[in-house]
């Protein structure tokens, strides 16, 4: 006789996961990844800054956070961020930053917008 594996549920196989996420990412729009550990139970969100990434803004980690404890869910959401000790150089990378990624993507747009 042939056993058969009990069918498991989706949401038990992806109990546990830990999700990653940039940090400059996520302060656009914190919305998503709320719903996502609603939706996935025991997970964790792991909120990080690159290596060679410039320091974010101690105002971008407070915004995550004060996110993160109206939602109820600041106790699953944890940090690996290289905070900005100075708050005018924070907000200096931060501007930097999106700055860099505002002239990326404009370049982008000429060389395959014409495609």
């Given at each position: 006789?042939?056993?058969?594996k009990?069918?498991?549920?989706?949401?038990?196989?992806?109990?546990?996961?830990?999700?990653?996420?940039?940090?400059?990412?996520?302060?656009?729009?914190?919305?998503?990844?709320?719903?996502?550990l609603?939706?996935?139970?025991?997970?964790?969100?792991?909120?990080?800054?690159?290596?060679?990434?410039?320091?974010?803004?101690?105002?971008?980690?407070?915004g995550?956070?004060?996110?993160?404890?109206?939602?109820?869910?600041?106790?699953?959401?944890?940090?690996?961020?290289q905070?900005?000790?100075?708050?005018?150089?924070?907000?200096?990378?931060?501007?930097?930053?999106?700055?860099?990624?505002?002239?990326?993507?404009?370049?982008?747009?000429?060389r395959?917008?014409?495609?």
């Amino acid at each position: 006789m042939k056993r058969r594996k009990p069918r498991r549920d989706a949401r038990s196989i992806f109990s546990g996961v830990v999700f990653a996420v940039n940090a400059r990412v996520l302060v656009k729009n914190c919305g998503v990844f709320d719903g996502l550990l609603r939706r996935v139970p025991d997970s964790q969100l792991l909120v990080w800054t690159a290596t060679g990434e410039p320091p974010i803004s101690r105002h971008k980690i407070s915004g995550i956070e004060k996110y993160f404890m109206s939602v109820n869910l600041h106790h699953r959401v944890g940090f690996d961020c290289q905070i900005c000790s100075n708050w005018i150089i924070g907000i200096l990378y931060d501007m930097l930053v999106n700055l860099v990624a505002l002239y990326w993507n404009f370049m982008n747009f000429v060389r395959y917008g014409k495609e």
